[in-house]
């Protein structure tokens, strides 16, 4: 049973745009949610990442919107650039993230110039 | 680098094998995860040490056997594998305390089983 559902599987926008990437999870237990971006040959990096209590947060370009109600939440990349061409995972845990991370299967987003 | 080092980065073993990846961080964390991460699969938590004690086990196989020396080292053992746990296998270490619980991951062994 796939606990996070990320979509969609693979991404292409175009230089400047925004691209979204959406996750939802089913336990209602999970109260930290963070994104992470993977280059080829590299580990996850954390990207940003956001608790219950808030319903947005914004770092740089990156923004995670959260909808506590509909157990959903999103990435969105404003004036995306190809640089932030990689693989995107969405990620949940409880207990603030002491027991791991439970991850969607990725998003693959390519920016095109 | 993230300060968390992982060896090797590639390792290619038969099904009779016994090999081990190790991993080290350098941050002075004091919990460490062991990942597998297959195509077109969810990472998948595979082990959770918090302070050198194990408190997560994830249905992993017996053939993959964790060990934690202190709180700056990880093991994974192998042995006996199947080609299909041929994978990325990543380990991360956090430092759980506090608000923030970021988990800092290596680069990753790449294995393959033949």
């Known amino acids: 049973q796939q606990q996070v559902k990320q979509s969609p599987q693979s991404l292409i926008v175009q230089k400047g745009g925004i691209s979204i990437i959406n996750c939802a999870y089913e336990n209602t237990a999970f109260d930290y949610f963070p994104w992470y971006q993977q280059f080829p040959g590299k580990g996850p990096a954390l990207l940003i990442a956001i608790r219950p209590d808030v319903s947005e947060k914004k770092e740089g370009r990156f923004t995670i919107s959260f909808n506590k109600s509909a157990k959903q939440f999103s990435l969105h990349i404003m004036d995306s650039q190809p640089g932030d061409s990689a693989t995107y995972f969405c990620?949940?845990?409880?207990?603030?993230?002491?027991?791991?991370?439970?991850f969607g299967k990725g998003t693959h987003l390519i920016i095109q110039p | 680098e993230t300060g968390v080092t992982q060896t090797p980065r590639h390792l290619v073993m038969g099904m009779t094998n016994k090999k081990s990846l190790k991993c080290e961080q350098h941050l002075g964390h004091n919990a460490m995860y062991w990942y597998k991460q297959s195509a077109k699969k969810p990472l998948e938590l595979m082990f959770v040490?918090?302070?050198?004690?194990?408190?997560e086990n994830n249905s992993v196989p017996s053939r993959f056997s964790p060990e934690c020396p202190n709180s700056s080292h990880l093991f994974l053992h192998l042995h006996t594998l199947q080609p299909e746990d041929s994978a990325l296998y990543l380990c991360a270490s956090s430092a759980q305390t506090g608000y923030s619980t970021e988990a800092f991951f290596g680069q990753g062994t790449r294995l393959t089983v033949v």
């Open positions: 040490y918090n302070f050198k004690e194990q408190t």
């Open positions: 990620a949940a845990s409880q207990g603030g993230g002491a027991d791991g991370l439970t």
